[in-house]
Nanobody, 122 residues
Framework: VQLQASGGGLVQAGASLRLSCVAS????????MAWFRQAPEKEREFVAGILRSPRYADSVKGRFTISRDNAKNTVYLQMNNLKPEDTAVYYCAAHYTVISSRIAAPSAYRYWGQGTQVTVSS
């Protein structure tokens, strides 16, 4: 499985961005898809994940929405009301049917995209 993420950019606080991640290879509908992010000198952290139902990190609940289009082999992350603390490189990740208790663990995912930079200015 290869993952190609896009949609990052430089925006002001309060703005919105939509990230996309296109997958090739494998049976997309069977994969748990997730977004992680990593800020400088910080560990990679879970943002959101989805197989059938979405899960979110507490820090993005109510602002971010993850969705998937199985017909297009694409997962999206709609990010609204962005804050400076959202600044990071965002990575999409995939693995075959990650169990719910492991959805937020980077080690649960075998496949990773190249990352897209999101920078939010105050």
């Amino acid at each position: 499985v290869q993952l190609q993420a896009s949609g990052g950019g430089l925006v002001q606080a309060g703005a919105s961005l939509r990230l996309s991640c296109v997958a090739s290879g494998g049976t997309f509908s069977a994969y748990t898809m997730a977004w992680f992010r990593q800020a400088p000198e910080k560990e990679r952290e879970f943002v959101a994940g989805i197989l059938r139902s979405p899960r979110y990190a507490d820090s993005v609940k109510g602002r971010f929405t993850i969705s998937r289009d199985n017909a297009k082999n694409t997962v999206y992350l709609q990010m609204n009301n962005l804050k400076p603390e959202d600044t990071a490189v965002y990575y999409c990740a995939a693995h075959y049917t990650v169990i719910s208790s492991r959805i937020a663990a980077p080690s649960a995912y075998r496949y990773w995209g190249q990352g897209t930079q999101v920078t939010v200015s105050s």
